[in-house]
């Protein structure tokens, strides 16, 4: 199943430890983040993937080139770039009609590990979001589902809000839903995700995996840590 990767974002709060920089090659150890992502991603059986960018595009794009050449054939990249700031939803849209894709597909955030669940997600028979949980979810929203697993709201970042499920970064969806795209700007969360909940059509797919947002200086040193000390401890 094609995995659309959304690598456009400024990733503002990591600018003063990533500086010059995207957020998607923010070094770790010897590697940009992109490069470990990747492999996780075709160890879990990935081979097409495209990937949606606007701020600093060059450099991932070069840096694209080179996986490409690495891989030679055993994976297709394909990617697109945003002219402006598209938002997530709008992001997904634009490639869905500049490539034409039809049917299933994934979509997952570049700065974000999730250890696992991409054959979990692509075995859902319908629109699908994992979510993992948390101890302290002050960063995220929170996400509610029934004891069937399907989606009923979702509830926006706010301090002290303790543990929970949130959104863990990977979703299934179908092109359908993007059909009739104006080409404005929208966000997959609240334009998408809180509409098909409403409606009772996304579920929920809990995952036990490593989980970190490295969107945060904090967060990114931890995480490059965890590298170093060879994933012996838990996220």
Not at 33 to 52: D, M
Not at 89 to 118: C, E, P, Q, S
Not at 202 to 223: H, N, S, T, W
Request: hydrophobic share 40%; aromatic share 12%; net charge neutral.
């Amino acid at each position: 199943m094609r995995l659309l990767v959304l690598a456009g974002g400024f990733g503002t709060r990591l600018k003063t430890a990533i500086r010059g920089v995207p957020k998607a090659l923010a070094p770790v150890i010897d590697n940009p983040f992109l490069q470990l992502q990747i492999e996780l991603w075709v160890s879990q059986g990935v081979h097409n993937l495209t990937f949606l960018l606007h701020h600093q595009a060059d450099q991932i794009i070069e840096f694209l080139k080179k996986q490409k050449c690495q891989y030679n054939g055993r994976c297709e990249f394909d990617w697109i770039i945003e002219d402006n700031p598209l938002d997530t939803g709008g992001a997904v849209a634009n490639a869905i009609k500049h490539f034409n894709y039809r049917g299933d597909f994934l979509v997952i955030n570049a700065d974000t590990w999730l250890g696992g669940g991409i054959n979990e997600v692509s075995a859902a028979k319908e629109p699908a979001l994992a979510v993992v949980q948390l101890e302290n979810i002050d960063r995220y929203g929170r996400v509610f589902f029934d004891r069937d697993s399907r989606i009923t709201s979702f509830k926006e970042k706010s301090k002290g809000s303790g543990g929970g499920w949130i959104n863990a970064g990977l979703c299934k969806l179908n092109s359908r839903y993007f059909e009739g795209w104006s080409g404005a700007a929208f966000s997959l969360e609240r334009d998408l995700y809180g509409p098909l909940a409403d409606e009772g059509n996304i579920i929920a797919v809990e995952l036990q995996c490593d989980f970190m947002d490295i969107g945060i200086p904090k967060d990114y040193m931890k995480f490059c840590h965890w590298i170093k000390e060879g994933k012996v401890e838990k996220l």
